[in-house]
């Protein structure tokens, strides 16, 4: 591998234009920008450095760009990737223009450098020196890039039902990867599952007069009980029967978490919070972060919400609610609960729209390609990843991996102040080489499972 | 009284007119929008058509436009009304602009057209229409045209003990009236009082990906779980000692609830609701609606609020509450008390920022202003109107009236859906013609008393 790894050092400026050059393009799918610039580009780069079979697979959204390079196995490994990226704003808090892609310090600053952008051209610039140092690859590799990923993802398992075949493999690399504070490369196995809903409230048919709030019932406030009684002050979930498909700790789990960092006094500066929640600390805190379902307003709406004072009696009140849910959680059935639940507290009037629903997933640490990627992660780095049995964010991995057999395994290029989904998004040059290095080692390495 | 009811008449385009022109300047309070404009018209009003001594008296904050009219006699009757009006959102729920100040069906829509420019102008209509008719008025009037009604007056109190000699009168036609859904005319006898609140709850300095949620503080479900201990699902304000200053109803004020009328049916129809709070009706929905102080929820905001889903744990929360009070409830005390009461539990990091504190102001039924108006109303009407002990809203009349021994009574050209604070604000004509002659007959009539 010492002669691949030279490759990639020798070449490193080339991949890191490959890199700069895809980040350029301001693919965000929420508003429609640049997307099919984008997947033509990573089409192209398929075609041209992979000497892939491509093709670009349509979907009712933007389509998935679809590439596979034959092994001399039959073994196949595949990538998860996207092409779209997030919103860019708020676009003065940025140091240098989101979409400009410049090197400042030894990191590329640039909206989609960590999320996905990174990982994709890490992937491909990997398949490519392989390639160029050892000719045919060892195993059959598959990119499946979609475009949706920062809009929730809504038509990948259709995608994936119709393409159940054609995406088949023996282990899946997803999409995002992250270096800890201390510098160790972090390997994660999984994802949470989630249900969002949004929940409405209406009251009288327009705003009135606050002075009829003696007689008229106010939306927002029946909104506020009906949210008291899904969740209370010790953060625990009081719809009946949500915790009951979640599954003990094993041994294991325990023992991984054990292995986790979390840098609690630097969170609490950064984020100036004085504790976190439950007073957690230490084990507890690790195990809550990866192994605790949530339920979380992400937003709440109702009334007046100007400067100054209005008095008015609101016709409606809207929250909505992200479930983080955990193996063994359905999230249908979470929203089959939380009806239930409303009516039985008396809401049956308070109305719940389902806005995304995605089942949890994980792999097991002794599986081929986790031991693949650690290992792998090890030798390039010179040092063991930390292992996260679960990643606390969420992802379309049920449908694209677990429900077809797949496992899936999460290693990339991103650090822990990547900044993803916010200003200053980046990742050093460093962390994306060696990502390139640790995902060919991957391709040797699997091979021999 | 005939010739100048005739007069009225004759001379109505005219005054809809000048109603119309005022209503086409936005002056809303809370935004600084038009108020010099409106200030300056109404001065106009008075100088021109009233031919007053006019000052524009300064404050802290937007001008109180004061006229005199001498008179006949030492006696003095006083017009308080305010220039500013409430926003005019949401936009998109008009029928026709807010301030194009267009006549539908014999209904002027605008917002002020009601609340309170409707008033205002019927107040100098009658005034002009009186002079015009027979010459010198019977009695000394004087206007105090504030511009920070709906911002919760909050210069008032100081102008009033300011310019307590300049105020004086023995009496006070108050800013606000209304028809019932019979078409009977509302005088009504006092004001609830107010504490309108802002609560800040705060978390993690900046927004963060809700994957965090299982760890960080969420501030939305802080202010939720606040909000649950201030008020429950049976209406009761829930903080130790609220109710505790509310005066027992006296026979003369369940007389005078016994013999209005609330249109319990053609409210249910008009707002499309199934009950009123707590399912009461009759008596006791009256009782509940004149004599309960209450807590309401004007607005909250918090996190992600546009189309469509996006995964945020938010660092801020906030409500807008308004308390209505009634006598004897201190709104100063309330606000010490929901802070005590905050604390007690655990909630000693939410903000309180108050917004606007009311006291509650009661005239007795049998006051010589009271009489006249009630007298006036009859003339006009050919029918009783029906006497409020006290409206359910709002306003500065103890500040200005009560604490200087001054009686106030409320008459004036709204109707039982005139939509103030929301869309479609409007009055009908017939009711501001109709407006100018009560005010018309109650300078004649004060005379005498």
Known sequence: MEELYKHIEEHQNEYVEWLQDLCRIPSVAAQNRGMEEAAQKVLEHLNLHNKADTKLIDTDGYPVVFGEVKGKSKRVLSFYNHYDVQPEDPVDLWDTPPFDSEIVDGKLIARG????????????????????????????????????????????????????????????IWEFGYKNADGRQQVSLGVKGMAYVELTCKGANTDLHSANAAVIENPAWRLIWALQSIKGENNRVKIPGFYDDVLDLTHQDVQLISELIYSEQEMKEQLDINQFVNGVEGEELKKQLIFSPTCNICGFESGYTGEGAKTVLPSEAKVKIDFRLVPNQDPYKIVEQLRTHLDHHGFEDIDITPMGLEYPARTEPDDPLAKSVISATKNVMGMEPTVMPMSPGTGPMYELCQKLGIPAVSVGVGNFASNNHAPNENIYIKDFIDGIKIIARVIDDFAKH
């Open 113 to 172: 450098s960590a999320d996905n952008k990174g990982n994709l051209i890490a992937r491909i610039a990997a398949v490519h020196a392989y390639q160029q140092v050892y000719g045919e690859l060892p195993i059959n590799i598959k990119f499946i890039v979609e475009g949706e990923e920062e809009i929730g993802s809504p038509n990948l398992e259709g995608f994936a039902e119709k393409n159940a075949d054609l995406i088949k493999a023996d282990g899946c």
